[in-house]
């Protein structure tokens, strides 16, 4: 039943925030997620399976019954990582957000807590229609926080962030659909929609065409989300005109919706269609990190800079998700944990600058480890864990990556692989363009002479140099960069036994696939017949 | 016959609240003249409080319809949402007039009042919707269909003093009786094609003919007609073109309950035809099934991409509704008992959601005028948080944003096209949804989020009763999910067969 807590507590507290004065919306909110955080950690702390492959905390609550529609919830070791982030990262947004959010507070409070269960939801759902529903209800808050609170072209922004990912989602749900009905059929008429049954029935019993038709479904929904080249449009315009703590949100866990959908539904039901496609999702993200990185390098707004840069480095995540083996799978899932701590921070540490000098333009502003000493050091710390340096938490997961895509070749010994190193070289090319954009970023704003827009003087509530409140914020999300970066045993220990789970099956179909490898072209003749 | 009667009793305490009302609007006393709607409801929810009484199992066992147990379910639903449909026409009549009379600028004449009238319609059309239900041939079937449409025509022309609403009612009658006319038609050739009209006749008829190969193109003509016919009050395509138009001119509060009432009529007679001839395991007959399939396609693209165009907000959210009856048409293809009870479960989810957005619109005026253009609701949260909230949440719901509760039922109609193998269908309807998200989120992006502009500054909530419509069907837009369960259980009662 915990997890139901969980996931109702936030919305009891949106209820809260709604009865009660504006003045007093933020404590409220940061109150509630606060509490939800230790709920989240007494939890990790209880949960007995870290390491193995079980799901735990589960509960079940029966509903549309016609259907086999129902409740489910319970998190195996990567969901309750994840959880985790989640509810480390909506605190902080709430406190972060104090200053910096003035009008519809209330609303805003609300939205946010909103989101928390959504995202929660995302992360613990045993069934595909609780999945679904919490992966879409995601977008509501989100689209309002952007629509409301964001910048100049925040209309544009929001509505090409719902569309995009509302279409890509509902052929998802088709493809759900389609396999609850062949499940259905399978089991003579009683409907399931619960992901472990589903998952093993789809592996094993759905042809080769189906899975692809199913992987295809699937990828139009997460692909957006992550997001894949070429349908990342929408987030760059997102990112940039979402508040601060919407993108921080957008990029610390909505991103990794996309990539744990792909852990979670693409690696177990469509295996076979997998192994023949991965090549060609790898090339998809290969060529994401590249073009984002180039575009990074010619950014000048650092927002648009950070926010291009997510799909650079979530390409990366999505190389180590088709690698199919343990290392390049225990880094990608690193990776997103990574991605959030450090690229929520520094969107926390643009909008801190953003409050103070009103302008996000690189030309306009510059040298400010002279006037912003503290927030120069967290702005120098988080570009270096996000660049990967060796010894930040950064550095783990994109070599796991790399490495994992390197040795994912067909003759491999224990985990053979459709990838290989060729793949891994043209990828590494990422982290050089990204140590280049990010450090031309830190050297014009951080070092060199100190350049400041002119200043109407209104806005100088703030301190020059961080708040105690702000250095607040940043301090747990630089502690666990350092900690993930010098121990990251610790998680990938924990989560190894679900990594190796969901890739049990791939050795034996990739070995398959060598000795007759079926093609798309196969596929395509298939399906004419039938 | 006695026992043909005892099911009709919702009807005739809706016909006995008819009578009741066109006297009470004509009475001297203003008091009751404005309690009208009042009387309305309470008919409506003494009919509905006397489903359960009717329909129990010893009276079932002795009726002779088709779907013997449907009309538990469909009366009582047309009757519960037609009680906010009534509260969303609050205010709509002799508004004005009562106004006058009350200051003393105006005596009360009987022949200047058109609010009785206007709710002994109302009742009546809704008694024609129960009265399908009750159908066991083809001539029952016709006439409650025309009792559906009848009243309709006068309600859209009384609605509003303007041409528009009369050009829009003389249109609307007048394609009305082509309409009828072909359906009319194809109930003849069905005639010729099984000798009968008594419906379960019929069915063992055309039973016959299938075993043997086939129907006859006699009774394939004239099921075709018959369905593009009813295509008319369901509004599909190719028979849409009038209801922008109708849907535009009328009032608000007569569009909402054109958008419901006789779609609701259109729909079950739809099924009942359907039913006659059956779904094996590939579906109705193939040629049925194409014009089905061709209808909902067109219906649901061009009702979408028709309501991107739009200017005008009751124009947009009729598009809309002329897209839903598409997406209801996948669960007639998909047949029972799955689809079938997609289709009931989305009628009543549609009909709850679908009014909300109208009694927002029906509760709005901007300088005494009423409100059309979308520039009008710019900036509404401003006027009124409460109906902007409503606007928002019945967009988002007929949208289909879980968890809203018009998400369910496009799950339901997906699963059941899904499981009838009709995948492309499905997908075409994924395609829609999504074309169907930009307007959607226009209208709630101008409620909630946009900035007023000079021509909606004058934008004010002036009458309450479809405010309270609006906010009421908003709460089971987001409540509904909760008793999906029990609602899917009662339909799939619905539409169970009785044993041979």
């Not at chain 2, 200047?112 to 109302?122: D, I, P, Q, V």
């Not at chain 2, 008829?205 to 043997?212: I, T, W």
Request: glycine content about 8%; aromatic content about 10%; charged content about 10%.
């Amino acid at each position: 039943m915990t997890l139901w807590l969980l996931l109702l507590i936030p919305l009891v507290g949106a209820a809260c925030i709604f009865v009660t004065k504006a003045s007093i919306a933020k404590w409220i909110a940061l109150g509630v997620s606060s509490f939800v955080l230790v709920v989240s950690i007494l939890m990790a702390v209880q949960f007995d399976q870290w390491g193995t492959s079980q799901t735990g905390l589960v509960s079940h609550v029966a509903w549309l019954s016609q259907l086999g529609v129902t409740l489910d919830v319970g998190v195996d070791s990567v969901a309750l990582l994840l959880v985790l982030l989640t509810t480390l990262l909506t605190p902080l947004c709430v406190w972060g957000s104090f200053t910096a959010i003035t009008s519809r507070r209330k609303e805003y409070y609300a939205w946010l807590l909103i989101l928390e269960t959504a995202m929660l939801g995302v992360f613990s759902a045993q069934d595909l229609i609780l999945f679904y529903v919490s992966f879409e209800l995601t977008l509501v808050p989100m689209f309002f926080l952007i629509a409301i609170y964001g910048g100049k072209n925040r209309a544009h922004a929001s509505v090409k962030f719902f569309i995009y990912t509302f279409t890509g989602s509902l052929f998802t749900l088709a493809g759900f659909v389609y396999v609850a009905w062949q499940y259905q059929v399978s089991q003579y008429g009683v409907w399931s929609f619960a992901i472990h049954d589903l998952a093993q029935f789809a592996s094993t019993s759905l042809s080769y065409s189906e899975q692809c038709w199913i992987l295809l479904a699937m990828l139009a929904g997460f692909a957006v989300k992550i997001p894949v080249f070429p349908v990342h449009t929408w987030l760059p315009l997102a990112h940039t005109e979402a508040p601060t703590a919407g993108s921080v949100i957008l990029a610390g866990v909505l991103l990794k919706l996309g990539t744990f959908g792909v852990y979670r539904f693409v690696l177990p039901m469509v295996p076979e269609a997998l192994v023949a496609y991965a090549p060609a999702i790898a090339v998809l993200a290969i060529i994401g990190i590249l073009y984002a990185a180039l575009i990074c390098w010619v950014q000048d707004d650092i927002k648009k800079l950070v926010a291009y840069s997510s799909i650079s480095h979530l390409g990366f995540c999505v190389l180590g998700l088709v690698a199919l083996n343990p290392i390049a799978l225990e880094g990608a899932v690193l990776y997103m944990i990574n991605h959030g701590l450090s690229t929520g921070a520094l969107f926390f540490l643009i909008g801190m600058m953003y409050e103070r000098y009103h302008t996000r333009d690189m030309n306009s502003i510059g040298g400010l480890a002279k006037k912003m000493p503290v927030w120069s050091f967290f702005m120098v710390f988080f570009v270096l864990a996000s660049v990967g340096l060796p010894g930040l938490n950064g550095f783990i997961s994109e070599f796991m990556c790399l490495m994992g895509t390197f040795i994912a070749t067909a003759d491999a010994s224990q985990w053979p692989g459709v990838l290989g190193p060729e793949y891994a070289a043209i990828a590494a090319i990422g982290m050089v363009l990204a140590a280049m954009y990010l450090l031309i970023m830190v050297g014009k704003v951080v070092f060199g002479k100190l350049k400041e827009p002119n200043q109407d003087g209104a806005l100088s509530s703030l301190p020059t140099d961080l708040s105690p409140r702000e250095i607040g914020i940043l301090v747990p999300l630089a502690a666990l960069c350092i900690w993930i970066g010098v121990q990251p045993t610790v998680l990938t220990d924990a989560m190894r036994g679900s990594v190796e789970e969901v890739l049990a099956p791939y050795p034996r179909l990739v070995q398959q696939e060598q000795e007759a490898p079926s093609t798309p072209i196969v596929l395509e003749k298939e399906d004419q017949h039938g | 016959m006695a026992d043909r009667l005892w099911f009709l009793i919702p009807e005739l305490i809706l016909l006995v609240g008819a009578i009741t009302c066109a006297i009470g609007g004509l009475v001297n006393t203003a008091a009751i003249r404005r309690g009208v709607g009042f009387i309305a409801c309470a008919f409506l929810a003494v009919a509905c409080i006397s489903i359960p009484f009717v329909y129990t199992t010893e009276h079932l066992a002795t009726a002779d319809t088709l779907l013997p147990n449907i009309g538990k379910y469909v009366k009582f639903f047309a009757a519960l949402i037609g009680i906010l449909l009534v509260m969303t026409s609050g205010g709509l009549m002799d508004r004005k007039y009562e106004h006058a009379i009350a200051k003393g600028k105006a005596t009360f004449s009987a022949l200047r009042t058109s609010g009785g009238e206007y709710h002994a319609l109302l009742l009546l059309s809704i008694a024609g919707v129960m009265l399908i239900c009750e159908a066991r041939d083809l001539i029952w079937l016709f006439l409650a269909l025309e009792l559906v449409s009848l009243p309709t025509y006068v309600m859209v022309a009384i609605s509003r003093w303007s041409k528009v609403a009369q050009e829009a009612a003389m249109k609307y009658f007048f394609l009305g009786a082509v309409s009828a006319a072909l359906m009319l038609y194809g109930f003849a050739l069905l005639y010729g094609a099984t000798g009968t009209f008594v419906f379960t006749e019929m069915v063992d008829v055309f039973a016959a003919q299938r075993a043997e190969g086939g129907i006859s193109v006699f009774g394939q003509i004239g099921l075709l007609l018959a369905i593009f016919g009813l295509c008319y009050k369901i509004a599909a395509a190719p028979m849409h073109l009038y209801a922008p138009d109708v849907y535009q001119g009328a009032s608000a509060a007569v569009t909402a309950f054109l958008a419901f009432i006789p779609k609701t009529a259109g729909m079950l007679a739809i099924i009942m035809l359907c039913t006659l001839v059956g779904w094996d395991e590939n579906g109705l007959p193939p040629a049925i099934e194409m014009a089905l399939w061709v209808v909902a396609v067109l219906t649901m693209l061009l009702g979408n991409i028709g309501a991107l165009l739009q200017t005008s907000a009751q124009r947009m959210l009729g598009y809309s509704s002329i897209a839903h009856s598409g997406y209801m048409l996948i669960g007639v293809i998909a047949g029972p008992p799955l689809g079938i009870v997609a289709v009931l479960v989305y009628l009543v989810i549609y009909g709850a959601t679908n009014t909300s957005a109208f009694a927002t619109l029906a509760c709005l005026s901007r300088d005494g005028d009423r409100v059309d253009s979308l520039e009008d609701i710019s900036g509404l949260h401003k006027r009124s948080p409460l109906a902007a909230t409503s606007l928002a949440v019945s967009c988002g719901s007929l949208l289909g944003i879980p968890p809203l509760f018009g998400f369910w039922g496009k799950l339901l109609l997906f699963a059941a096209g899904i499981a009838a193998g009709q995948l492309l269908l499905v997908l075409i309807a994924v395609v829609a949804s999504a074309i169907s998200a930009w307007y959607y989120l226009r209208l709630i992006g101008l409620s909630l989020l946009s900035s007023t502009t000079p021509r909606s500054e004058g934008v004010s909530v002036t009458l309450r009763w479809p405010l309270i419509a609006a906010v009421l069907s908003a709460i089971i837009a987001i409540g509904g999910p909760l008793v999906l369960t029990s609602l899917m259980a009662d339909a799939e009662q619905a539409v169970v067969m009785p044993e041979e």
